[in-house]
């Protein structure tokens, strides 16, 4: 691990499994951390850094980034370097579902969550990546309902499980999926009737491609990207349904976040058991 402090950033950390996992970090790396609760909105992000420093003697610093605002998260990363010089820990947490009783068209609901679930999560990758020290890990929140079984176009699918798959493809295979949902033939084309599960079988995805990359890059020695699912938890997307608790439901991440230096567990799907499991056959996407 590099000296100094480890410095962590979760984003969408204001509420939810982000919120258990900005408290999960605090606890875990304690003294030896400077974990950033990184929030859309200045003021419920500051609330929760207050809930935290008031409640717990927590001491997670606010920082403000969209993860559909490109320029908040090169902001959020030139802060970071000013005062750390890197970045040890990222969380890719924030999205959104759209409800079952949403009245948005499907086209509208695919289009807007792909953008945030997986280009968003992508942008932020993507500024954030190059200030990576050696060893730092990297968490793709993803979920069960990623599941690859959903694809019905064995073409498709095929594809997305590719060891070969690079991220232009995938992004383009996204961007298919939000344009047939707009001509409502996304069916057709055998793409899973889920706007939400799609994203997440993209992060899924990406994060082998991108454990791919790294392994590639001898410059980058151990850094460590996982996707993980938290399990069904009791959150406002969940609309509290959810049968764990936000502290349950960051264990998988926390997991993935803290493991050790050279671990094996690399570009892998972890299930909220923190088990390894191999979602290429889709049948193991359990809770
Ligand atoms: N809950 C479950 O059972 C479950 C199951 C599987 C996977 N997951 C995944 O776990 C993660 C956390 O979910 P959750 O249940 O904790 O959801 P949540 O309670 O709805 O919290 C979502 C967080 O993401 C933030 N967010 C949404 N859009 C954003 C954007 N454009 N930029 C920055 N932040 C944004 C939200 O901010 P605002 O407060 O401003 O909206 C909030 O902080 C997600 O990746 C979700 O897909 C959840």
């Not at 947490?93 to 086209?107: H, L, M, P, R």
Request: aromatic share 6%; hydrophobic share 40%.
């Amino acid at each position: 691990m590099s000296a100094g402090k480890r410095v962590a950033l979760v984003t969408g950390g204001n509420k939810g499994i982000g919120f258990g996992i900005v408290r999960g970090l605090c606890k875990g790396l304690g003294e030896r951390g400077a974990v950033y609760l990184a929030a859309r909105n200045e003021q419920l992000g500051q609330q929760a850094v207050a809930k935290l420093k008031t409640e717990e003697d927590l001491h997670p610093e606010f920082i403000q980034l969209d993860v559909t605002d490109r320029k908040s998260i090169e902001k959020a990363r030139d802060t970071i370097v000013q005062k750390h010089g890197g970045l040890d820990i990222l969380v890719n947490n924030a999205a959104i579902a759209f409800k079952n009783d949403a009245t948005e068209s499907f086209g509208e609901q695919a289009e807007v969550t792909i953008a945030t679930n997986f280009f968003g999560l992508l942008d932020v990758c993507d500024v954030m990546f190059p200030i990576l020290r050696p060893s730092a890990r990297v968490v793709n929140v993803s979920s069960c309902m990623g599941n690859v079984t959903y694809i019905t176009n064995s073409a498709i699918k095929e594809r997305v499980i590719s060891e070969e798959l690079t991220v232009e493809e995938l992004k383009k295979i996204m961007n298919d999926f939000v344009s047939a949902a707009k001509r409502d033939t996304h069916k057709d084309v055998g793409f899973p009737t889920t706007a939400y599960g799609m994203s997440k079988i993209g992060v899924t995805a990406l994060s082998s491609i991108q454990q791919r990359e790294f392994d590639k890059d001898k410059t980058r020695p151990d850094i460590v990207v996982n996707a993980v699912h938290p399990g069904y938890v009791d959150t406002d997307m969940s609309s509290h349904k959810g049968t764990k608790t936000i502290d349950e439901g960051a264990e998988s991440s926390l997991y993935a976040a803290l493991l050790p230096d050279k671990t094996d567990i690399r570009g892998q799907y972890i299930s909220s058991n923190s088990n390894v499991e191999n979602w290429r056959n889709g049948v193991a996407m359990i809770f």
